[in-house]
Every structure is written in structure tokens, then in C-alpha cells.
């Protein structure tokens, strides 16, 4: 079980998170991902048994995406009557569509899925919104309006803060100034984005992790997801499960040092 004292203040705000959070991707994507095993999208029942552990153990925050098929939908259908407990963050960028994903960073794009994101989750107001990157972060930052729309829309109050998640180590760094959170992947095999974790510590922004048990090819899950949450600077480790006893494992296991 987390205790609330072991919460961590997810950058400048105020709003406090659970040091593993719950990632969604399993919730309602099985195809065009790359879990060594093929599963079910679980339903709603077992979702919900899932978020109730998942709020029993302490765990107050889950990341999702429109990417992630309609796992957007049912979480804001089963967390409707608990909406101020949850911190939940989801992404602007890429979009599923016929089993496979594509990509829009323009304002209208972000516009039109921003509107989507709080219509599913059925709420006022989104905790925290990722650039979710194609993987060419450079222009991503630096020629798509993405950046600039999120900020127009967190000036109308419909977002709290702006994230960023990327996938190098140098290029990222060009969105320092226009992002509160950064998502970075940190697992024993890839650390290649420890800088951008030690340039978050310099500009106090959050620093989410993702792939922390390297997509569930790690073999150590206990020792992988130790060394994330204890890493200098870590904010919080999204894990995506939708098996409880591995949920459970996870808090269980955890060495808070
Ligand atoms: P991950 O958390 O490193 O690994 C998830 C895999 O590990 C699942 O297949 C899960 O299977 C397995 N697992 C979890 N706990 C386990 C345990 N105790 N023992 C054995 N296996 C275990 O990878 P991820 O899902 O790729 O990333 C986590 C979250 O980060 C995602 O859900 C998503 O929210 C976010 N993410 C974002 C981006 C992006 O922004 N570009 C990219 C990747 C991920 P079971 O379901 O069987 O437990």
C-alpha cells in the first residue's frame, strides 16, 4: 500500500502522485503494440476490479491517450464518480484509427482532440496533456503548432499542465521551455534519456516514467521498477498491467529509499 506521505509533487503544481502510477495502453489496444504476448482487451468488469485495486493500493494516478483505442472512453465511464481522487493524464498527437496509428500535431488536430479527451474522461478540466511524439521530436518542437495550441488552451483553464513525451535525449530538450512534465523511458536496458532526466531536476519539471519494465521484457520487474522509482528526479513510473496480481506485485515490491 502507498501511503499519501510517499506521494511526490508532480513538478511546479500542486497536485501530489502516487510514485507508480497505472499506464492504459492494455486497456483498449491490442494491436500495432509490442508486448511480447498477445492478450485480451480486458472488459469492464475487469477493469473495474482493476481501478479499485488499483485506488486500494494507493495508486492515484493513470496515464492514457486517444492512441490507446477507446481506453479514454472507459475510464471516464468507470471513474465518473471519483473524478477528484484521480490525477489522470492523456496525449495530443497520435490517433488510432482501423487498428493502426497516425499522427496530426496542428492546431486543429490538437484543438478537436483536446475537446475529445474531456468529453471521454468526462471532466472540466484535463490534469496533464503529452505531446505524444512520432519519434522526430525535433520538429515536433520546433514546426508543428502543437506546442503553442496547448498553451492556448491551458490559458482557457482546460488543461493544468502541459507534458511532453519523446524519444531522444538531445532534441527533447527544445521543448525545456514550453512543457511542465516531461515522459522519458527509463529501464535497465535503455537509459539513453538519463540526461533529459538530469536537465528536468536543473528546470524543476516532473519527470514521468514510461517502458520502465521495457515493455514487459524485463526479468526483473521488481528490481527494474525499484530502480526507476528511486531514480534522482523521478516523479512517478507509469506501469501498464491489467493483471491485479502483477498490480498488487508491483506496490508490494516497492523499497522506498
Ligand atoms: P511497461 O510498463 O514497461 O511494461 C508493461 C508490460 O509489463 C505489460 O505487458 C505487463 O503485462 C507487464 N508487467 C507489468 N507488471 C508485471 C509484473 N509484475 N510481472 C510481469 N510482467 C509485468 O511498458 P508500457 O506499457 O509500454 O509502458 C507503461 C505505460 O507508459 C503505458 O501503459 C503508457 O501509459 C505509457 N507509455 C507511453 C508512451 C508514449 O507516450 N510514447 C510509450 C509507451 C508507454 P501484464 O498486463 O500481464 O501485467
Not at 536537465?199 to 515493455?215: E, M, P, R
Request: glycine share 8%; proline share 3%.
Amino acid at each position: 500500500m502507498i501511503s499519501k506521505r510517499n506521494y511526490r509533487t508532480l513538478g511546479e503544481s500542486d497536485i501530489l502522485v502516487s510514485p507508480i502510477g497505472l499506464g492504459s495502453v492494455k486497456f483498449g489496444r491490442n494491436t500495432g503494440v509490442k508486448y511480447p504476448e498477445a492478450f485480451a482487451i480486458p472488459d469492464d468488469d475487469d477493469l473495474k476490479a482493476l481501478l479499485d485495486l488499483a485506488r486500494e493500493l494507493g495508486i492515484n494516478y493513470i496515464d492514457t491517450a486517444p492512441a490507446y483505442a477507446d481506453s479514454e472512453t472507459k475510464l471516464g465511464k468507470l471513474l465518473a464518480h471519483s473524478r477528484d481522487y484521480w490525477c489522470l493524464s492523456t496525449k495530443v498527437g497520435e490517433y488510432y484509427q482501423s487498428g493502426r496509428s497516425h499522427y496530426d500535431f496542428s492546431a486543429a488536430a490538437t484543438q478537436t482532440s483536446i475537446e475529445a479527451s474531456l468529453k471521454n474522461l468526462r471532466t472540466d478540466v484535463l490534469d496533464l496533456v503529452f505531446v505524444h511524439s512520432d519519434g522526430d521530436d525535433e520538429r515536433v518542437i520546433t514546426q508543428t503548432d502543437v506546442l503553442e495550441s496547448l498553451q492556448n488552451l491551458k490559458d482557457k483553464g482546460l488543461i493544468k499542465l502541459i507534458g511532453y513525451s519523446g524519444k531522444s535525449e538531445t532534441e527533447c530538450l527544445l521543448a525545456m521551455n514550453y512543457v511542465d512534465i516531461f515522459m522519458i523511458t527509463l529501464n535497465e536496458q535503455d537509459q539513453s534519456q538519463v540526461p533529459l532526466i538530469q536537465a528536468c531536476q536543473q528546470y524543476n519539471k516532473g519527470v514521468v516514467i514510461k517502458k520502465a519494465l521495457a515493455s514487459g521484457y524485463s526479468t526483473d520487474t521488481n528490481a527494474a521498477l525499484n530502480f526507476a522509482v528511486n531514480f534522482p528526479g523521478v516523479t512517478s513510473v507509469i506501469v501498464g498491467t491489467i493483471n491485479p496480481d502483477h498490480l498488487k506485485e508491483n506496490v508490494t515490491g516497492l523499497v522506498a529509499e
